[in-house]
């Protein structure tokens, strides 16, 4: 899964973006800011991608590049994904590339009318955009939001969710 995950540099913001086709990538709109054009990168290597599809209200943006991503991770149904079962979060926390965590996904939630998967696995500052994974490599979400005052408290939305 890790192979998928990208680092996402917007004007002044920088996050984590997750491929999931040959040209698309999920992110958080908190992430891209109001860019419509941002860079991706990994291993050194850089390229250009357009923001495609912005849905601010639920924090859901889609990025596309016009060169080929070499790899790409597959979309977990939501009613699929278990309370208890193992979680790992791929992501760029405070800059650091390809940041590896694991956890649990702690529940199921809907908020504002979306679909959230809680988990335990860390979330920090820069992890926004990131994958939520299940032990498999399937995208279970992209990492979103933590609860600073509790611990554990972290969220992802639904990866299915970006197909509305």
Same mark, same amino acid.
């Given at each position: 899964?890790?192979?998928?995950?990208?680092? #996402?540099?917007?004007?002044?913001?920088?996050?984590?973006?997750?491929?999931?086709? $040959?040209?698309?990538?999920?992110?958080?709109?908190?992430?891209?800011?109001?860019?419509?054009?941002?860079?991706? =990168?990994?291993?050194?290597? @850089? /390229?250009?991608? !357009?923001?495609?599809?912005?849905?601010?209200?639920?924090?859901?943006?889609?990025?596309?590049?016009? /060169? &080929? *991503?070499? !790899?790409? #991770? !597959?979309?977990?149904?939501? @009613?699929?994904? &278990?309370?208890?079962?193992?979680?790992?979060?791929?992501?760029?926390?405070?800059?650091? $590339?390809?940041?590896?965590?694991?956890?649990? #996904?702690?529940?199921?939630?809907?908020?504002?009318? !979306?679909?959230? #998967?809680?988990?335990?696995?860390?979330?920090? /500052?820069?992890?926004?955009?990131?994958?939520?994974?299940?032990? /498999?490599?399937?995208? *279970? =979400?992209?990492?979103?939001?933590?609860?600073?005052?509790?611990?554990?408290?972290?969220?992802?939305?639904?990866?299915?969710?970006?197909?509305?």
């Amino acid at each position: 899964a890790g192979a998928a995950v990208y680092v #996402v540099k917007a004007e002044r913001k920088m996050g984590s973006a997750v491929a999931i086709s $040959e040209h698309e990538l999920l992110t958080n709109c908190h992430v891209v800011d109001e860019s419509t054009k941002v860079t991706i =990168g990994r291993d050194k290597k @850089e /390229q250009n991608a !357009s923001v495609v599809s912005m849905n601010t209200t639920a924090d859901r943006c889609v990025l596309r590049t016009d /060169q &080929k *991503l070499p !790899s790409w #991770v !597959s979309v977990r149904p939501y @009613e699929d994904i &278990k309370v208890g079962e193992r979680a790992v979060t791929i992501g760029t926390p405070q800059g650091l $590339e390809l940041t590896v965590a694991e956890g649990l #996904v702690s529940s199921k939630r809907t908020h504002k009318g !979306s679909k959230l #998967v809680q988990t335990s696995a860390p979330i920090s /500052q820069g992890s926004s955009g990131g994958g939520l994974f299940d032990a /498999q490599g399937h995208l *279970l =979400g992209i990492t979103t939001f933590y609860f600073a005052g509790g611990q554990n408290l972290n969220f992802a939305v639904a990866a299915e969710e970006y197909s509305k």
